[in-house]
Structures are given as C-alpha cells and as structure tokens.
T-cell receptor
C-alpha cells in the first residue's frame, strides 16, 4: 500500500531555532517527493521537489533531503520565524500522476 | 503571480442536497485535480482531469461525484446527494503537465448538516 508517514506529529520551537521534520514512505513506483507548507485553512503551497537522483534541495531557509534507498526524507527549517507556523506535508508522486500525502508535521513557532 | 481560485470559500448544506464547488485553474495549465481533507486528517486524492475527461479517480470518487469543465476557465466538482461524511475541505489544484508541481487553491470548506 502506498503510504507516507511523518514525524513528529507536532512540535513547538522557539523563534530563531532550527528544526527537522521526518518523512518515511512506502510508495511505488516513485517519481518524486515534495514538501508542501499548509497554513491553517489554506491550500498547500509547494516548497521543494526532489527526484530520485537528488539528495538535497534548498528553498531559502528550507532544506529538504532525500535518501531513495531508505525511502526517507527530511525538511530542515533554519532560523525559524513566526510565519513558519504551519503544517508541513510530505507528498510523494507515484505512478504517472498520483499524489500520496502524509498527515503533516504541525509546527508552532513561539516568540 | 497566477493562482488557483475557488468559490465559495464556505458552504453549508443539508444532507441529501446537491452542491457544486467551483474552481478556476491557472490559465495555461492543462491538468486539473480535486482533493479533500477531512478535519484533522490527511489530504486525499479524489480525481484528475485532462482533455475534458477523467484521467484517474480514487475509491472515494463514487457515483455521487462528478466533475465538469463547463467553459474555458471553470472546473467544477458536483456532489449529487451530500452525506454527513462529505463534510471536509475540498481543494482544487492544477498543473501544466503530469508530474509537475500542482498548485492548490485556497479550498472550499463544506459542512453537511
């Protein structure tokens, strides 16, 4: 079954600190992996996208990693800001055009 | 920057009623999608649409659901006879090609009473 599991489910961090979110997937066939940011009550917004051959991809203070052998990905947020408070969703594209979503990591940044 | 828009932002309806959720995808995108997210749960794929026909649909997308592109800009999701369990946030998305980034709209929050 195509599954995407994320951890931790939620975390609270102090403004300015770093954090790392984890994603494990059992999706086949794998096409690419994306991290989306979803603000409360809004649609997901794409942060990064990585294919099988890519290990690291950065977008500003967001850095995603991918280990296709172990089927793991991480999203690292550097120097967190209050606006980083959101749900971060790991999404794997499998087959031709089908997305499998994780449940999300709920991040709360406090001053 | 172009974006996907959805209307209405909120809809409350009685069980058994029909609802139509509307979406305007990004203008040069050719692939369109509907997803739903029940409160507190993960986003779930409903259907993908290309060239005026359904490309793929999930187990959730049963005979009560239908999609249509009535004109050159709108993409709609119809639920024929709503059930309580249809209460969710419904997201429309579009992409230029399969496998490319899907851009999501802000969603329509549907509440079935």
């Amino acid at each position: 079954k195509n599954q995407v599991e994320q951890s931790p489910q939620s975390l609270i961090i102090l403004e300015g600190k770093n954090c790392t979110l984890q994603c494990n997937y059992t999706v086949s066939p794998f096409s690419n992996l994306r991290w989306y940011k979803q603000d409360t009550g809004r649609g997901p917004v794409s942060l990064t996208i990585m294919t099988f051959s890519e290990n690291t991809k950065s977008n500003g203070r967001y850095t995603a990693t991918l280990d296709a052998d172990t089927k793991q990905s991480s999203l690292h947020i550097t120097a967190s800001q209050l606006s980083d408070s959101a749900s971060y969703i790991c999404v794997v594209l499998h087959g031709n055009n089908r997305l499998a979503f994780g449940k999300g990591n709920q991040v709360v940044v406090i001053p | 920057e172009p974006e996907v828009t959805q209307t209405p932002s909120h809809q409350v309806t009685q069980m058994g009623q029909e609802v139509i959720l509307r979406c305007v995808p990004i203008s040069n995108h050719l692939y369109f999608y509907w997803y739903r997210q029940i409160l507190g749960q993960k986003v779930e794929f409903l259907v993908s649409f290309y060239n005026n026909e359904i490309s793929e649909k999930s187990e959730i997308f049963d005979d009560q659901f239908s999609v249509e592109r009535p004109d050159g800009s709108n993409f709609t999701l119809k639920i024929r006879s709503t059930k309580l369990e249809d209460s969710a946030m419904y997201f429309c998305a579009s992409s230029r090609a399969p496998g490319e980034t899907q851009y999501f709209g802000p969603g329509t929050r549907l509440l079935v009473l």
